[in-house]
């Protein structure tokens, strides 16, 4: 409660109450390809939800950014007015850090993934809220995969809640509650995605992507 500086890539619930000599650092996450804040259609649509989401920005004293694009968006969808940093994000840092064979092979071993096994990383966006559905052939998948790939899921926390996946042990990891993306980026050797933000961050890597 006495801490004078408070750093967050989302926003800090509503309980929090900003003390007056208190610094905040919004760091973002992700590049908006789609819509965030109050761009999203229907997301604050009553002016009690547009107040609470703005009383939250507003506590911001500084937002970085890892591009003008991202500067100019952040600006519109979250009302901000005060100091914009185009330092990039400090949570792709780990990119660059962790990017080494021993420290993949580690983390391959944390997670029960064999070694001997190429990843497929599946990170799709919601779209609804409590909902989705997984458009793909898993049991297709794991007829023709299975002896050099393994398939890792990690849904986003809207929805992660309302999948079930089919049971495929050594195959199908459901790591939706897994708290460090980062790291399932740094052991994969592909990405599927839609227009969700991790493109860009797993870009960083220079490796396949399917979008």
């Known amino acids: 409660a006495r801490a004078k500086y408070f750093v967050n890539n989302v926003n800090f619930p509503d309980f929090y109450k900003k003390r007056k000599n208190a610094v905040e650092l919004q760091t973002m996450h992700g590049t908006p390809l789609k819509t965030?804040?109050?761009?999203?259609?229907?997301?604050?649509?009553t002016e009690p939800k547009r107040s609470r989401?703005?009383?939250?920005?507003?506590?911001?004293?500084?937002?970085?950014?890892?591009?003008?694009y991202v500067e100019d968006i952040s600006k519109?969808?979250?009302?901000?007015?005060?100091?914009?940093?185009?330092?990039?994000?400090?949570?792709n840092d780990k990119l660059f850090t962790g990017n080494n064979e021993e420290n993949i092979q580690e983390l391959k071993r944390n997670l029960n993934i064999p070694l001997?096994?190429?990843?497929?990383?599946?990170?799709?966006?919601?779209r609804?809220?409590?909902w989705?559905?997984?458009?793909?052939?898993?049991?297709?998948?794991?007829?023709e995969l299975k002896g050099e790939y393994v398939i890792l899921f990690k849904f986003h926390h809207f929805v992660?809640?309302?999948?079930?996946?089919p049971k495929y042990p050594g195959f199908v990891y459901n790591l939706s509650n897994y708290d460090d993306i980062r790291d399932l980026y740094l052991i994969s050797d592909v990405l599927i995605t839609d227009y969700s933000s991790v493109m860009f961050d797993f870009a960083i890597l220079s490796k396949p992507q399917i979008l």
């Open 132 to 143: 989705f559905k997984v458009e793909m052939d898993l049991e297709k998948m794991y007829r």
């Open 36 to 45: 965030l804040g109050l761009d999203v259609p229907g997301d604050v649509d």
């Open 160 to 165: 992660a809640k309302s999948v079930t996946l």
């Open 76 to 91: 519109r969808a979250f009302n901000f007015d005060k100091k914009v940093m185009r330092y990039g994000y400090p949570r």
């Open 53 to 68: 989401f703005l009383e939250r920005c507003e506590r911001w004293d500084y937002l970085t950014v890892p591009s003008a």
């Open 128 to 130: 609804i809220k409590n």
């Open 116 to 126: 001997d096994k190429k990843v497929i990383f599946y990170a799709p966006t919601w």
